[in-house]
Every structure is written in C-alpha cells, then in structure tokens.
C-alpha cells in the first residue's frame, strides 16, 4: 500500500510547475487540510523548497540533496521498483537490513533497503566492501521473482547490465562485467560489486536479495593503501563529481526495465546487453578447478547464465564454478 507521504509526493509532482490547493490535496488524499500542512513541513526538513501562497496553495521549487526516502521517490519513475523504500542513514549492512525485513513479511516485491553508510557492508565469500558516508550508492533490492531457485545467479547478471547501462547513460565512461558480479574499466580497477543471496525451497524462491555497491564520489584516499589499486569511483574515472540521487533513480528504472524483459522474454534479453559489456571477452584467462589448471579463451556466456570458454582442445566448455584469473595479478571479487 502506497504511503500517504509518497502519494503526496506523487502529486505534488504531476503538478511540478503550477500550484495545487490545499483543498485539492485534503480530498485527493483524504486527509485534513492540518495534515496537509505537516506533511510539507515533513518535505521542509528533507531539504524540499515549497512555495505556499494563499488561494493557489503548494508548489515545490527546489530540491534537496540528501539521499532519504522521500527524495528518492520524488521523480522515480518505475512503475513498481522502490514503491516501497526503507532508508537509514547509517546501517550494518543493507542486505542484512533486507533479509530481516523479508523474513518479517513486512516488504514487498521491489522494495528499495538503502543506507548512506554501512558499517559492515559484505561483498561475495563475505568480503569487506569499504563504504563512506555520503559518496556512494549502498542499497538492496527485494525481490519475489516467478522463478525457480537455479535461474537465480541469472538476476546478478541481469543487475550488472543495469548497472552499465547506468554508468553508460550518465557518464561518459565505459564500464565492463566482470563474470558474475563486478562492474570495472578498462584499467582493471573496480568501482561496483553486486551480491544475490536467496530464501528457497526446493522448487520455489521465497525472495531474493540483491545488494548493489556503486562507487560514485570518493577519492582515491577514502580507500586503504592495500586497495588503491583495485579500487576506483565515477569520480576519480571521470574528474567529475556526480549527482548520487540522479545515479540511484536512473539505476533503478534500468533494472525495473531490463528485469521486466527478462521475466517476459527469458534471459537472451539479458545475454545480448551482458556480452557488450562483458570483460575479457575473445581473451586467454586462467581456470582453476580443484588441482586442474588450465588457459582458455573467454567465448560469453551460455543461455542460462554459464560461462563459456574454448578450451586448448578448441572445444567449447560451459563453467558454473572455479576461480578465473582475469589479470596477471591477484584480484579479489
């Protein structure tokens, strides 16, 4: 059930350049006019500019720059994706925030868990994922996909082309996937990791979490000196700094459309746009499985998700495990 704050916002917004009354609002909402007048007090303290002028009544004519619910809302433009959104300005772990939400049976599918900082953020193998407060974009997606549990690993890859779609349209960099869940430039350095745990049972998922790191503002000094050499941001990349809200509403209608098609269409939507992306694709790697050693070459990825390889032999191998060398040093996930 939508809130009365985010039908407010909503409406506030069809009527973005002109005045809507009070009386308007009191009946669209069914609400007090007093409640009314709370509720834009509420918008003040966010950081909105509203304009009140009496027998016209409210328009908005700034807006802020803090990340909160109410400003993500405002201007989303996703028919289901982060309808409901969950923020706190400083939290452990998003994805730790998400899960107890779902379990609690009181989120719904698309609902948006975002934090400005996290404490404790976690990346895959539970690898620390260094956060900042303020320069990035740390959230988790609620989902209840129709999907069996196996096409799961499927909705990571469908997160990073949202991802790159993002980077894409609003910078003028060029991102890279890494296979699965990496999003990096060509200078090998990473700005983005994206981490899908699910609840299941045997054939059916309960939900699915997808926790999405980007890294927007920070410098190289925000990072310790042992990943200064992995790590990179849009920043740092473009010499330009970005808007984070703009970042997160743009991503969000890319995933809600992408994950749309996917549901209609199956997963080539998703192979096709993955592949032009895609990190290393036509190159050698190096595939370790158990005490196997072997180089490859990177060919794409398979109809459900596998990474494909053609092997010394020039046979094409499908590959759902095993540790890659994509550099000729060490690299972590």
Same mark, same amino acid.
């Given at each position: 059930m939508e809130s009365t704050r985010n039908k407010l916002i909503h409406l506030l917004a069809e009527n973005k350049d002109t005045y809507i009354s009070g009386q308007k609002? !009191?009946?669209?909402?069914?609400?007090?006019?007093?409640?009314?007048?709370?509720?834009? *007090?509420?918008?003040?303290?966010?950081?909105?500019?509203?304009?009140?002028?009496?027998?016209?009544?409210?328009?908005?004519i700034g807006y802020p720059d803090k990340i909160t619910a109410n400003t993500l809302q405002w201007g989303l433009d996703t028919n289901w994706l982060g309808k409901k959104i969950i923020h706190r300005e400083v939290t452990s772990s998003t994805q730790i925030l998400a899960h107890n939400?779902?379990?609690?049976?009181?989120?719904?599918?698309?609902?948006?868990?975002?934090? *400005?900082?996290?404490? !404790?953020?976690?990346?895959?193998? *539970?690898?620390?994922?260094?956060?900042?407060?303020?320069?990035?974009?740390?959230?988790?997606?609620?989902?209840?996909?129709?999907?069996?549990?196996?096409?799961?690993?499927?909705?990571?890859?469908?997160?990073?082309?949202?991802?790159?779609?993002?980077?894409?349209?609003?910078?003028?960099?060029?991102?890279?996937i890494k296979w699965p869940n990496d999003i990096l430039f060509s200078n090998g350095k990473k700005c983005a990791g994206i981490l899908t745990e699910l609840q299941a049972e045997q054939d059916q998922i309960d939900y699915v979490i997808i926790g999405v790191g980007l890294n927007i503002n920070q410098q190289l000094e925000d990072w310790p000196e042992e990943l200064q050499?992995?790590?990179?941001?849009?920043?740092?990349?473009?010499?330009?700094?970005?808007?984070?809200?703009?970042?997160?509403?743009?991503?969000?209608? !890319?995933?809600?459309?992408?994950?749309?098609?996917?549901?209609k269409k199956g997963f080539q939507v998703v192979k096709t746009k993955w592949e032009k992306y895609g990190f290393r694709i036509g190159e050698m790697i190096t595939i370790h499985q158990l005490n196997k050693q072997q180089k490859a070459i990177f060919y794409g990825l398979a109809e459900d998700g596998a990474l494909l390889v053609k092997n010394e032999e020039n046979r094409v191998e499908r590959l759902y495990s095993g540790e890659i060398d994509w550099f000729d040093y060490s690299s972590s996930d």
């Open positions: 609002l !009191s009946e669209q909402l069914n609400i007090s006019r007093s409640a009314i007048w709370k509720h834009m *007090n509420d918008l003040k303290k966010d950081g909105y500019l509203i304009e009140a002028k009496s027998k016209l009544g409210y328009r908005i939400t779902a379990k609690e049976s009181i989120s719904e599918h698309g609902t948006i868990v975002i934090a *400005n900082e996290q404490t !404790s953020g976690r990346g895959r193998m *539970n690898r620390t994922w260094h956060t900042k407060k303020g320069d990035g974009m740390w959230l988790s997606i609620i989902l209840e996909p129709p999907l069996p549990p196996y096409l799961a690993p499927q909705l990571t890859l469908l997160t990073a082309v949202a991802l790159a779609d993002t980077i894409k349209e609003l910078t003028p960099l060029h991102p890279l050499q992995r790590a990179t941001s849009l920043r740092i990349e473009s010499g330009t700094e970005w808007s984070i809200q703009q970042i997160i509403q743009h991503f969000l209608v !890319s995933f809600e459309h992408i994950y749309d098609l996917y549901i």
